[in-house]
Nanobody
């Protein structure tokens, strides 16, 4: 049974930073592309960033230059470093492995 457990969300002021983590278990983590998605109230879930098994990354235009996705295959963990956060980044952030979702972690950017 695959499990994805996110952590690291919270309340931060505009311009601040957070680092999200997603710990995976129950699969051969290193072979999968991993993704971070987010869903704001009243909006569809959207892809924020992804990282392939080989380390190739993709980002939504809205987060390019501010967010960095990375992975540690030895720890079965994928990270999302979020800098210069904006109020419009407020959402529930989800980790995804093909076919599986984590439970989500709330990120709120507000003064």
């Amino acid at each position: 049974q695959v499990q994805l457990v996110e952590s690291g969300g919270g309340l931060v002021e505009p311009g601040g930073s957070l680092r999200l983590s997603c710990a995976a278990s129950g699969s051969i983590f290193s072979i999968y592309t991993m993704g971070w998605y987010r869903q704001a109230p009243g909006k569809q879930r959207e892809l924020v960033a992804s990282i392939s098994s080989g380390g190739t990354t993709t980002y939504a235009d809205s987060v390019k230059g501010r967010f960095t996705i990375s992975r540690d295959n030895a720890k079965n963990t994928v990270y999302l470093q979020m800098n210069n956060l904006k109020p419009e980044d407020t959402a529930v952030y989800y980790c995804r492995q093909p076919g599986y979702w984590g439970q989500g972690t709330q990120v709120t950017v507000s003064s």
